[in-house]
Every structure is written in structure tokens, then in C-alpha cells.
């Protein structure tokens, strides 16, 4: 499974917008791009995926870089209820059992 | 969103006995189920895969007989953590599946093991 690299940890102040990076320089042409986040003593809830093209949602947005070795979620307004950890994942679609393999994400504080 | 539900959501039990959790998708039939294991402050490590009416797909390192894995019907995937010990009390998560691609996938609330 490729490698996906992210920051341990970042903070945030309520209302502002947060850029979560995370880096995949492995990532190959079947790839997709999957964001899940995880809250304290919760399953994990699925954010955002994309291949390509940047992505919008309710929830957030994701900015791929066009290499795609790169990507950033983007939570334009940070809530207290979006303090969680955020797991960006690569998931095969060809050759590979697609099964989602968690790194160990950044772990988001969101100040009030 | 699709819901699954786990239960029970926690459980305490003895060294030496058995403990079944059970993993459910409510509202649509999951082809492909998933069961993970978390420990305090680390990420969720994935025991093994299991598709519906098929032998479930285990990780290297973990122990088919130990967790045992059924997928009987297209709603209900249980894990059976035989002869636990203390060393097996983590917080186990399912999550489920549509079908085949990349479709999105559904995880349960979680159940947290505790063995005495």
C-alpha cells in the first residue's frame, strides 16, 4: 500500500479555515485519495475522496496538486466539533484488495 | 450517510472466555466487510477482510483462530475473540462496504474490549 506522510498534529482557532497537508509521493495512477476523520472514542467518518481534480463537499474540500504527490483538506470554518484526528488515506482501485489502510493522521485542536 | 451499528459498544470479560461482536449495516447490503483494531493513541490497524458467504482475508500477524470472522449474510458480519486475554482489551471497529470500486465505506461506532 502506498505511503501517505502527515504532520502529527496542528491547532486551529474556532472559525478560521484549516489546510491539512499530507504528502504521497508514491501514489500511482489508480490511487484515490480518501480523507476520514475520527473523533474521541468514535469509528472513523469518511470526509472527502478525490483522483484528480479538486473536490468540494459539505464538509470540506480537498486540493489536489497536480502531480498528485500532494494534497491539502480544507475545512473553511473550523468548529470546535471538528477537533478529531484526520487520517488521509490512498486506496487502490487495480490489482489491490481496496481496502483502506489508516497512517497515523494529524490530530486536529480547534481553540475556541 | 449509510449507518452501521455494532454491538455490544463495550464489553468486560475474564481471561480464558469468548466474546462475539457483532457488526451490522442498517440500511444497505455491504458485500465486503472490514474489522480493525485500535489501541489507546495509536491508529486503527486492520485485523482482516471478509466477503459475504466467502473465508475472511486476514492481515499478516494476526491469527485466524484466535479471531474468528463470520460473514454470513449481506447485513451481518460477526468477530468472535476466543480465549481472550488481557492483552486482546482494545477498541474494535467494523466498517462496511457497498460493492467492488471505490465506493465509500461506513464504520461503526466501535466496541471497546476490556479483558480481566
Known amino acids: 500500500d502506498a505511503k501517505t506522510t502527515q504532520p502529527n498534529s496542528m491547532e486551529s482557532n474556532e472559525e478560521e479555515p484549516v489546510h491539512l497537508p499530507c504528502n504521497h509521493s508514491?501514489?500511482?495512477?489508480?490511487?484515490?485519495i480518501h480523507w476520514y476523520r475520527q473523533l474521541p472514542s468514535q469509528g472513523p467518518e469518511y470526509v472527502i475522496h478525490?483522483?484528480?481534480s479538486n473536490v468540494n463537499n459539505r464538509m470540506a474540500s480537498l486540493a489536489i496538486a497536480e502531480d498528485r504527490k500532494s494534497s491539502t483538506l480544507i475545512l473553511h470554518r473550523a468548529t470546535l466539533r471538528d477537533a478529531a484526528v484526520y487520517y488521509c488515506?490512498?486506496?487502490?482501485?487495480?490489482?489491490?484488495?481496496?481496502?483502506?489502510?489508516f497512517g497515523k493522521g494529524t490530530k486536529l485542536t480547534v481553540n475556541p | 450517510g449509510a449507518v452501521v451499528s455494532q454491538h455490544p459498544s463495550w464489553v468486560i470479560c475474564k481471561s480464558g472466555t469468548s466474546v462475539k461482536i457483532e457488526c451490522r449495516s442498517l440500511?444497505?447490503?455491504?458485500?465486503?466487510m472490514f474489522w480493525y483494531r485500535q489501541f489507546p493513541k495509536q491508529s486503527l490497524m486492520l485485523m482482516a477482510t471478509?466477503?459475504?458467504?466467502?473465508?475472511?482475508?486476514?492481515e499478516q500477524g494476526v491469527e485466524k483462530d484466535k479471531f474468528l470472522i463470520n460473514h454470513a449474510s449481506l447485513t451481518l458480519s460477526t468477530l468472535t475473540v476466543t480465549s481472550a486475554h488481557p492483552e486482546d482489551s482494545s477498541f474494535y471497529i467494523c466498517?462496511?462496504?457497498?460493492?467492488?470500486?471505490?465506493?465509500?465505506?461506513?464504520f461503526g461506532p466501535g466496541t471497546r474490549l476490556t479483558v480481566l
Open positions: 478525490g483522483l484528480t
Open positions: 440500511d444497505f447490503q455491504a458485500t465486503t
Open positions: 488515506i490512498l486506496r487502490r482501485t487495480q490489482g489491490g484488495s481496496e481496502k483502506l489502510v
Open positions: 466498517s462496511a462496504r457497498r460493492g467492488r470500486g471505490n465506493n465509500e465505506q461506513f
Open positions: 471478509s466477503n459475504e458467504g466467502s473465508k475472511a482475508t486476514y
Open positions: 508514491t501514489i500511482s495512477g489508480t490511487d484515490y
